[in-house]
């Protein structure tokens, strides 16, 4: 067994990347926090090593697991502060400022299967995620339940061709262009739909945001994105709507362990959350927002 800040201190830098942002957020010196892992090595027999930006664990994890469990519980219980990420065009909405007795991660993932491992390790203790690459209804792990729905749409700088196409604009014309994609498997459902109609051909292999490596590949005027009224803003340049709808929803799921579905520190935070929506509801009316404990079709 170890105490609340020696595992907090593991997890924090696995989770955050960073030892000097696990130190601010938890409230511990940076030397405590290396202390602290260097302890959780020792005990749980495991080893912490970063790889291409990412922190990740050595060794046999069980033992380490069992202990999150019961740090996890102590966290609902009210001891400490719960832990909530959110994906980075979503995290302005719901997570500025951080609700009451959570605490907020970088909103910077790229993916779907960071988040999702980190919640279940119960590294993390809630994930607003990325609808529809979100777990299903019948996942037996993880209870989603839905915040928003809205249209995404294909988007293109100023002097891109495509805006003087007229009548001809089709999906066929606009995949002869390049246009923004992440790795294979980043965000399956997503990626499926956009490259059944051609699209998701200009692959970035990034799985971190980082603005100058995903919207700032804008140097190129031919190139094809995609965005909401929650994300155009991320552009460095003017981006322009096309007209033409592509055939998904996209939206936001509050994710978190199917055991703790129910518990009123939830309700009362998917309360929160959706209240948050309010003013984008009454001046939006294309977008979908949902009440009560409703989870997705």
Not at 60 to 80: F, I, M, P, S, T
Request: glycine share 8%; aromatic share 10%.
């Amino acid at each position: 067994m170890v105490d609340v800040d020696t595992l907090a201190s593991l997890d924090g830098v696995l989770w955050l990347r960073s030892g000097a942002i696990a130190s601010r957020q938890l409230g511990l010196h940076q030397s405590t926090i290396s202390r602290n892992i260097n302890r959780c090595e020792t005990i749980f027999d495991v080893h912490a090593a970063k790889t291409s930006g990412e922190w990740h664990l050595k060794g046999d994890a069980k033992l380490l697991n069992l202990e999150r469990v019961v740090h996890q519980h102590h966290r609902w219980l009210g001891g400490r502060a719960l832990r909530i990420e959110a994906m980075y065009w979503s995290s302005k909405t719901y997570l500025e400022p951080a609700p009451d007795g959570w605490l907020a991660g970088n909103h910077d993932f790229m993916n779907v299967q960071q988040p999702q491992a980190l919640l279940r390790d119960g590294i993390i203790d809630a994930w607003i995620g990325s609808y529809p690459d979100v777990p299903d209804d019948d996942d037996p792990e993880f209870a989603s339940f839905p915040l928003l729905r809205h249209p995404i749409r294909l988007v293109v700088g100023a002097n891109h061709p495509l805006l003087n196409a007229g009548e001809e604009l089709s999906f066929e014309l606009v995949s002869q262009f390049p246009s923004l994609a992440l790795p294979d498997g980043a965000f399956p459902k997503f990626e499926a739909c956009l490259k059944a109609i051609g699209l998701w051909n200009s692959p970035s292999r990034i799985n971190r945001y980082n603005r100058d490596k995903w919207e700032g590949r804008w140097e190129s005027e031919i190139l094809v994105g995609y965005a909401s009224i929650f994300s155009i803003g991320f552009y460095p340049q003017p981006q322009y709507f096309l007209p033409l709808q592509l055939p998904l929803s996209v939206g936001d799921n509050l994710v978190v362990k199917r055991q703790f579905a129910d518990h009123p520190r939830l309700l009362q935070l998917l309360a929160r959350l959706r209240q948050q929506l309010s003013p984008w509801l009454d001046a939006h009316p294309e977008l979908i927002g949902f009440g009560g404990n409703q989870t997705p079709s």
